[in-house]
Protein backbone atom coordinates (compact mmCIF):
# COMPACT_ATOMS: atom_id res chain seq x y z
CA UNK A 1 0.00 0.00 0.00
CA UNK A 2 3.03 2.58 0.24
CA UNK A 3 3.37 3.04 -4.01
CA UNK A 4 0.23 4.98 -4.16
CA UNK A 5 0.98 7.24 -1.09
CA UNK A 6 4.60 7.66 -2.75
CA UNK A 7 3.05 8.63 -6.09
CA UNK A 8 0.12 11.32 -4.31
CA UNK A 9 3.54 12.77 -2.32
CA UNK A 10 5.36 13.04 -5.58
CA UNK A 11 1.89 14.84 -6.73
CA UNK A 12 1.70 17.69 -4.19
CA UNK A 13 5.80 18.49 -4.08
CA UNK A 14 5.82 22.07 -6.03
CA UNK A 15 7.01 22.41 -9.52
CA UNK A 16 7.78 25.61 -10.84
CA UNK A 17 7.98 24.49 -14.86
CA UNK A 18 6.63 21.81 -16.95
CA UNK A 19 8.90 18.85 -16.35
CA UNK A 20 9.63 15.60 -18.27
CA UNK A 21 11.41 13.16 -15.38
CA UNK A 22 13.15 10.23 -17.66
CA UNK A 23 13.79 6.95 -15.16
CA UNK A 24 16.34 5.32 -16.84
CA UNK A 25 16.30 2.21 -14.41
CA UNK A 26 12.71 1.55 -16.15
CA UNK A 27 14.84 1.22 -19.32
CA UNK A 28 17.45 -0.77 -17.87
CA UNK A 29 15.17 -2.96 -16.69
CA UNK A 30 13.12 -2.90 -19.90
CA UNK A 31 16.39 -3.69 -21.72
CA UNK A 32 17.09 -6.88 -19.36
CA UNK A 33 13.79 -8.51 -19.87
CA UNK A 34 14.39 -8.29 -23.72
CA UNK A 35 17.96 -9.45 -23.49
CA UNK A 36 16.84 -12.57 -21.58
CA UNK A 37 13.61 -13.02 -24.09
CA UNK A 38 16.15 -14.11 -27.01
CA UNK A 39 19.22 -15.72 -27.59
CA UNK A 40 20.03 -13.55 -30.48
CA UNK A 41 21.80 -10.25 -30.43
CA UNK A 42 19.50 -7.18 -28.98
CA UNK A 43 19.71 -4.23 -30.72
CA UNK A 44 18.38 -0.90 -29.45
CA UNK A 45 16.56 1.63 -31.77
CA UNK A 46 17.20 4.66 -30.31
CA UNK A 47 15.58 7.11 -33.41
CA UNK A 48 13.33 9.95 -32.70
CA UNK A 49 15.42 10.96 -29.51
CA UNK A 50 15.12 7.64 -28.27
CA UNK A 51 11.49 7.49 -28.52
CA UNK A 52 11.39 10.69 -27.19
CA UNK A 53 13.77 9.32 -23.62
CA UNK A 54 17.21 11.28 -25.14
CA UNK A 55 18.83 9.08 -27.79
CA UNK A 56 22.30 8.98 -25.66
CA UNK A 57 20.97 7.96 -22.35
CA UNK A 58 18.82 5.46 -23.93
CA UNK A 59 21.33 3.80 -26.16
CA UNK A 60 24.35 4.24 -22.93
CA UNK A 61 21.42 2.38 -20.73
CA UNK A 62 20.74 -0.17 -23.23
CA UNK A 63 24.49 -1.05 -24.15
CA UNK A 64 24.87 -1.72 -20.01
CA UNK A 65 21.82 -3.79 -19.69
CA UNK A 66 22.40 -6.29 -22.57
CA UNK A 67 22.04 -4.29 -25.83
CA UNK A 68 25.19 -4.99 -28.42
CA UNK A 69 24.05 -3.16 -31.42
CA UNK A 70 22.14 0.35 -31.85
CA UNK A 71 19.57 1.73 -34.28
CA UNK A 72 18.60 5.10 -35.81
CA UNK A 73 16.70 6.23 -38.73
CA UNK A 74 19.37 8.44 -40.36
CA UNK A 75 22.85 9.20 -40.43
CA UNK A 76 22.67 12.28 -37.96
CA UNK A 77 21.67 10.33 -35.51
CA UNK A 78 23.96 7.72 -35.84
CA UNK A 79 26.70 10.79 -36.05
CA UNK A 80 24.84 11.77 -32.85
CA UNK A 81 25.10 8.06 -31.02
CA UNK A 82 29.61 8.66 -31.78
CA UNK A 83 29.12 12.10 -30.22
CA UNK A 84 28.17 10.41 -27.24
CA UNK A 85 31.28 8.42 -27.15
CA UNK A 86 29.77 5.17 -27.96
CA UNK A 87 31.82 3.04 -29.79
CA UNK A 88 28.68 -0.34 -30.69
CA UNK A 89 27.87 -0.93 -33.96
CA UNK A 90 25.14 1.10 -35.77
CA UNK A 91 22.89 0.29 -38.24
CA UNK A 92 20.88 3.16 -39.87
CA UNK A 93 18.16 2.39 -42.31
CA UNK A 94 15.87 5.17 -44.26
CA UNK A 95 18.69 7.12 -45.86
CA UNK A 96 17.84 8.37 -48.90
CA UNK A 97 19.66 7.38 -52.45
CA UNK A 98 22.60 10.56 -51.87
CA UNK A 99 23.51 10.24 -48.39
CA UNK A 100 26.55 11.17 -46.65
CA UNK A 101 28.12 7.77 -47.24
CA UNK A 102 31.36 9.63 -46.45
CA UNK A 103 30.52 10.42 -43.12
CA UNK A 104 28.79 7.36 -42.17
CA UNK A 105 32.11 4.85 -43.18
CA UNK A 106 33.91 7.80 -41.02
CA UNK A 107 31.64 6.89 -38.11
CA UNK A 108 32.06 3.07 -39.00
CA UNK A 109 27.84 3.25 -39.80
CA UNK A 110 26.66 0.30 -40.90
CA UNK A 111 24.06 1.09 -44.06
CA UNK A 112 20.38 -0.68 -44.71
CA UNK A 113 20.40 -0.58 -48.51
CA UNK A 114 16.64 -1.01 -49.87
CA UNK A 115 17.35 -1.07 -53.61
CA UNK A 116 19.64 -1.53 -56.40
CA UNK A 117 19.40 2.37 -56.62
CA UNK A 118 20.63 2.96 -53.18
CA UNK A 119 23.52 0.29 -53.44
CA UNK A 120 24.97 2.20 -56.57
CA UNK A 121 24.99 5.35 -54.81
CA UNK A 122 27.10 3.76 -52.15
CA UNK A 123 29.70 1.47 -54.68
CA UNK A 124 29.96 5.14 -56.05
CA UNK A 125 31.39 6.83 -53.00
CA UNK A 126 34.28 4.56 -53.48
CA UNK A 127 34.61 3.84 -49.89
CA UNK A 128 34.07 -0.08 -48.25
CA UNK A 129 30.76 0.02 -46.60
CA UNK A 130 29.56 -2.57 -44.04
CA UNK A 131 25.37 -3.24 -45.41
CA UNK A 132 23.03 -4.54 -44.48
CA UNK A 133 19.98 -5.81 -47.58
CA UNK A 134 16.97 -4.51 -46.74
CA UNK A 135 13.69 -6.80 -47.58
CA UNK A 136 10.08 -5.28 -48.26
CA UNK A 137 8.51 -8.53 -46.33
CA UNK A 138 4.83 -7.37 -46.21
CA UNK A 139 4.25 -3.76 -46.10
CA UNK A 140 5.10 -2.35 -48.99
CA UNK A 141 6.90 0.46 -46.97
CA UNK A 142 10.58 0.58 -46.51
CA UNK A 143 12.82 -2.38 -48.26
CA UNK A 144 13.22 -3.85 -51.36
CA UNK A 145 9.79 -5.67 -53.43
CA UNK A 146 10.91 -9.27 -53.99
CA UNK A 147 10.80 -8.32 -57.30
CA UNK A 148 13.72 -6.31 -57.01
CA UNK A 149 15.66 -9.33 -54.95
CA UNK A 150 18.00 -11.19 -57.34
CA UNK A 151 19.04 -7.90 -59.01
CA UNK A 152 19.65 -6.64 -55.74
CA UNK A 153 21.14 -9.64 -54.39
CA UNK A 154 23.49 -10.11 -58.23
CA UNK A 155 24.51 -6.63 -57.76
CA UNK A 156 25.70 -6.46 -54.34
CA UNK A 157 27.57 -9.54 -54.88
CA UNK A 158 29.68 -7.89 -57.20
CA UNK A 159 29.58 -4.75 -55.10
CA UNK A 160 31.12 -7.01 -52.77
CA UNK A 161 33.79 -8.86 -55.14
CA UNK A 162 34.84 -4.67 -56.36
CA UNK A 163 35.57 -3.95 -52.42
CA UNK A 164 33.12 -1.46 -51.97
CA UNK A 165 30.42 -3.22 -49.37
CA UNK A 166 30.66 -6.46 -46.51
CA UNK A 167 27.10 -7.47 -47.10
CA UNK A 168 26.43 -8.03 -43.06
CA UNK A 169 22.81 -8.31 -42.81
CA UNK A 170 19.64 -8.92 -44.11
CA UNK A 171 16.72 -7.23 -42.65
CA UNK A 172 12.96 -6.94 -42.98
CA UNK A 173 10.20 -5.93 -41.24
CA UNK A 174 6.99 -7.02 -39.64
CA UNK A 175 3.10 -5.26 -40.13
CA UNK A 176 0.98 -7.26 -38.19
CA UNK A 177 3.28 -8.44 -35.12
CA UNK A 178 1.19 -6.76 -32.54
CA UNK A 179 -1.18 -9.24 -33.95
CA UNK A 180 0.56 -12.47 -32.77
CA UNK A 181 -1.92 -15.12 -34.80
CA UNK A 182 -2.25 -12.92 -38.03
CA UNK A 183 -0.89 -15.08 -41.03
CA UNK A 184 1.06 -12.04 -42.57
CA UNK A 185 3.64 -12.80 -39.71
CA UNK A 186 4.44 -16.52 -41.06
CA UNK A 187 4.45 -14.88 -44.31
CA UNK A 188 6.77 -12.43 -43.43
CA UNK A 189 9.19 -14.69 -41.90
CA UNK A 190 9.17 -17.00 -44.68
CA UNK A 191 9.92 -13.91 -46.71
CA UNK A 192 12.93 -12.77 -45.07
CA UNK A 193 14.16 -16.82 -44.91
CA UNK A 194 13.81 -16.83 -48.77
CA UNK A 195 15.81 -13.54 -49.22
CA UNK A 196 18.60 -15.29 -47.24
CA UNK A 197 18.51 -18.06 -49.32
CA UNK A 198 18.82 -16.40 -52.33
CA UNK A 199 21.37 -14.11 -50.88
CA UNK A 200 23.61 -16.67 -50.58
CA UNK A 201 23.16 -18.47 -53.65
CA UNK A 202 24.32 -15.17 -55.01
CA UNK A 203 27.32 -16.40 -53.36
CA UNK A 204 26.65 -13.60 -50.38
CA UNK A 205 27.59 -14.63 -46.87
CA UNK A 206 25.41 -12.61 -44.35
CA UNK A 207 25.75 -13.50 -40.97
CA UNK A 208 23.04 -10.90 -39.15
CA UNK A 209 19.34 -11.55 -39.98
CA UNK A 210 16.83 -9.31 -38.25
CA UNK A 211 12.95 -9.33 -38.67
CA UNK A 212 11.41 -8.64 -35.24
CA UNK A 213 11.08 -5.64 -33.39
CA UNK A 214 9.29 -5.30 -30.06
CA UNK A 215 5.98 -6.77 -30.39
CA UNK A 216 7.55 -10.31 -32.45
CA UNK A 217 10.38 -10.84 -29.66
CA UNK A 218 7.96 -10.65 -27.07
CA UNK A 219 5.13 -12.82 -28.86
CA UNK A 220 7.21 -15.18 -31.72
CA UNK A 221 10.46 -16.43 -30.91
CA UNK A 222 10.63 -18.36 -33.69
CA UNK A 223 11.13 -14.23 -35.68
CA UNK A 224 13.87 -13.89 -33.20
CA UNK A 225 16.88 -15.04 -35.88
CA UNK A 226 20.65 -13.37 -35.08
CA UNK A 227 19.36 -9.92 -33.89
CA UNK A 228 16.00 -8.30 -32.70
CA UNK A 229 15.66 -4.53 -32.88
CA UNK A 230 13.65 -3.07 -29.76
CA UNK A 231 12.74 0.20 -29.90
CA UNK A 232 9.58 1.63 -27.92
CA UNK A 233 9.61 -1.74 -25.83
CA UNK A 234 13.20 -0.09 -24.32
CA UNK A 235 11.13 2.70 -22.74
CA UNK A 236 7.95 0.20 -21.45
CA UNK A 237 5.32 0.03 -24.74
CA UNK A 238 4.44 -2.96 -25.55
CA UNK A 239 2.14 -2.86 -28.93
CA UNK A 240 1.44 -6.31 -28.45
CA UNK A 241 -0.25 -5.70 -24.82
CA UNK A 242 1.18 -9.05 -23.80
CA UNK A 243 3.94 -7.85 -21.70
CA UNK A 244 3.95 -5.83 -18.28
CA UNK A 245 6.58 -3.42 -18.98
CA UNK A 246 8.38 -0.36 -17.08
CA UNK A 247 7.24 2.81 -18.33
CA UNK A 248 10.01 5.76 -17.97
CA UNK A 249 7.75 8.55 -17.90
CA UNK A 250 6.61 11.00 -15.67
CA UNK A 251 4.82 14.66 -17.07
CA UNK A 252 4.59 17.54 -14.31
CA UNK A 253 3.25 21.05 -14.89
CA UNK A 254 2.59 23.16 -12.08
CA UNK A 255 -0.58 24.90 -11.70
CA UNK A 256 -0.39 28.36 -12.15
CA UNK A 257 -3.50 29.80 -11.72
CA UNK A 258 -6.40 29.50 -10.05
CA UNK A 259 -9.65 31.04 -9.98
CA UNK A 260 -13.24 30.64 -8.65
CA UNK A 261 -15.96 30.50 -11.60
CA UNK A 262 -19.84 30.24 -10.89
CA UNK A 263 -22.47 28.06 -13.13
CA UNK A 264 -22.56 29.01 -16.71
CA UNK A 265 -19.39 30.10 -17.68
CA UNK A 266 -17.85 29.00 -20.63
CA UNK A 267 -13.91 27.72 -20.54
CA UNK A 268 -11.24 28.60 -23.06
CA UNK A 269 -11.45 29.09 -27.16
CA UNK A 270 -15.02 28.22 -28.54
CA UNK A 271 -16.62 27.68 -25.10
CA UNK A 272 -16.57 23.92 -25.79
CA UNK A 273 -17.32 23.67 -22.21
CA UNK A 274 -19.57 25.27 -20.07
CA UNK A 275 -19.67 25.03 -15.89
CA UNK A 276 -22.32 23.27 -14.75
CA UNK A 277 -22.07 24.75 -11.13
CA UNK A 278 -19.68 26.63 -9.30
CA UNK A 279 -16.31 25.58 -9.59
CA UNK A 280 -12.32 26.33 -9.21
CA UNK A 281 -10.64 26.17 -11.96
CA UNK A 282 -6.72 25.43 -12.38
CA UNK A 283 -4.52 26.55 -15.20
CA UNK A 284 -1.11 24.18 -16.55
CA UNK A 285 1.06 26.27 -18.55
CA UNK A 286 1.68 23.11 -21.11
CA UNK A 287 -0.36 22.68 -24.55
CA UNK A 288 -0.46 21.19 -27.91
CA UNK A 289 3.08 22.95 -28.55
CA UNK A 290 4.24 20.90 -25.83
CA UNK A 291 2.86 17.29 -26.67
CA UNK A 292 -0.60 17.36 -25.03
CA UNK A 293 -2.98 16.03 -28.25
CA UNK A 294 -5.40 18.52 -28.61
CA UNK A 295 -8.16 15.83 -29.48
CA UNK A 296 -7.69 14.56 -26.21
CA UNK A 297 -9.58 18.08 -24.88
CA UNK A 298 -12.91 17.20 -23.34
CA UNK A 299 -11.46 13.81 -22.13
CA UNK A 300 -8.12 13.93 -20.82
CA UNK A 301 -7.73 13.95 -16.70
CA UNK A 302 -4.80 14.81 -14.76
CA UNK A 303 -4.12 14.13 -11.49
CA UNK A 304 -3.95 16.98 -8.46
CA UNK A 305 -4.00 16.40 -4.77
CA UNK A 306 -3.82 12.83 -5.21
CA UNK A 307 -7.08 12.87 -7.44
CA UNK A 308 -8.09 12.55 -11.21
CA UNK A 309 -9.21 15.94 -12.42
CA UNK A 310 -10.85 17.05 -15.80
CA UNK A 311 -8.90 18.92 -18.27
CA UNK A 312 -11.95 21.14 -19.73
CA UNK A 313 -12.44 23.08 -22.89
CA UNK A 314 -9.85 22.74 -25.54
CA UNK A 315 -6.31 22.29 -25.01
CA UNK A 316 -4.89 25.61 -25.86
CA UNK A 317 -1.11 25.78 -27.67
CA UNK A 318 0.54 26.70 -24.37
CA UNK A 319 -1.72 26.28 -21.58
CA UNK A 320 -5.17 23.85 -20.67
CA UNK A 321 -7.75 24.45 -17.72
CA UNK A 322 -8.61 21.74 -14.94
CA UNK A 323 -11.75 21.62 -13.59
CA UNK A 324 -10.82 21.32 -9.28
CA UNK A 325 -13.90 21.16 -8.42
CA UNK A 326 -14.63 22.43 -4.84
CA UNK A 327 -11.41 21.87 -3.64
CA UNK A 328 -9.05 24.51 -4.94
CA UNK A 329 -4.99 23.89 -4.24
CA UNK A 330 -2.56 26.41 -3.92
CA UNK A 331 -1.10 27.95 -6.73
CA UNK A 332 2.15 26.14 -7.24
CA UNK A 333 0.54 22.46 -6.86
CA UNK A 334 2.14 19.84 -9.42
CA UNK A 335 -0.07 18.50 -11.35
CA UNK A 336 1.07 15.28 -12.61
CA UNK A 337 -0.60 14.66 -16.08
CA UNK A 338 1.00 11.22 -17.02
CA UNK A 339 3.05 8.61 -15.02
CA UNK A 340 3.79 5.06 -14.69
CA UNK A 341 0.75 4.44 -13.17
CA UNK A 342 1.43 3.25 -9.78
CA UNK A 343 0.03 6.60 -7.85
CA UNK A 344 -3.64 6.30 -10.20
CA UNK A 345 -2.25 9.12 -12.09
CA UNK A 346 -3.35 8.68 -15.95
CA UNK A 347 -0.40 6.76 -18.01
CA UNK A 348 0.39 7.61 -21.40
CA UNK A 349 -1.48 4.57 -22.57
CA UNK A 350 -4.23 6.64 -21.01
CA UNK A 351 -3.72 9.79 -23.56
CA UNK A 352 -2.95 7.71 -26.37
CA UNK A 353 -7.20 6.42 -25.69
CA UNK A 354 -8.09 10.12 -25.38
CA UNK A 355 -6.49 11.29 -28.61
CA UNK A 356 -7.32 8.52 -30.48
CA UNK A 357 -3.99 7.10 -31.25
CA UNK A 358 -0.91 4.85 -30.09
CA UNK A 359 1.84 5.73 -27.06
CA UNK A 360 4.48 5.85 -29.43
CA UNK A 361 3.12 8.99 -30.88
CA UNK A 362 2.97 10.41 -27.03
CA UNK A 363 5.92 9.81 -26.12
CA UNK A 364 7.81 10.91 -29.03
CA UNK A 365 5.93 14.36 -29.19
CA UNK A 366 6.66 16.18 -26.15
CA UNK A 367 8.25 19.63 -26.73
CA UNK A 368 11.65 21.17 -25.91
CA UNK A 369 9.84 23.97 -24.21
CA UNK A 370 9.54 20.68 -21.50
CA UNK A 371 12.64 20.46 -19.22
CA UNK A 372 13.69 17.26 -18.75
CA UNK A 373 15.24 15.61 -15.32
CA UNK A 374 17.30 12.33 -16.14
CA UNK A 375 17.76 10.05 -13.37
C1 LIG B 1 11.20 1.64 -35.43
C2 LIG B 1 11.68 0.36 -35.98
C3 LIG B 1 11.95 -0.73 -35.13
C4 LIG B 1 11.61 -0.70 -33.66
O1 LIG B 1 10.25 -1.05 -33.54
P1 LIG B 1 9.53 -1.11 -32.11
O2 LIG B 1 8.18 -1.66 -32.38
O3 LIG B 1 9.53 0.30 -31.62
O4 LIG B 1 10.37 -2.00 -31.26
C5 LIG B 1 12.47 -1.87 -35.67
N1 LIG B 1 12.72 -1.96 -37.00
C6 LIG B 1 12.46 -0.96 -37.86
C7 LIG B 1 12.75 -1.14 -39.30
C8 LIG B 1 11.93 0.23 -37.38
O5 LIG B 1 11.68 1.24 -38.22
New binding site residues.
Given amino acids: MTAPVTGIRRACAPVHEATLAIDLSAVAANTRRFAKATRGELMA ?1 V ?1 ADG ?1 GHGLADVARTALDNGATWL ?1 V ?1 SIAEAVAVRAAGLGAPVLS ?2 NPVDGDVETACRHRVDLAVPSVRHLAAVVEAGHLVRIHLQLDTGMAR ?1 GAAPDEWLELMAAARRAEAAGRVTVVGV ?1 G ?1 LAM ?1 HDPGHPANTMGRHALLRGVELARRAGLRPSVRHLA ?3 ATLTDPGTHLDLV ?5 LVGID ?1 SGSTRLRSALRLTAPIVQVRRVSAGVGIGYGHTHVTDRATNLGLLPIGYADGLPRAASGRAEVMVAGRRRPVVGVISMDQAVVDLGDEPVDPGTAAVVFGPGDGGEPTVDDWAGWAGTIP ?1 EIVTRIGPRVRRSVR
Avoid: S, Y
Wanted: aromatic share 10%; charged share 15%; proline share 5%.
Fill in positions: VKFGTWLDMHAATARIGVGPH
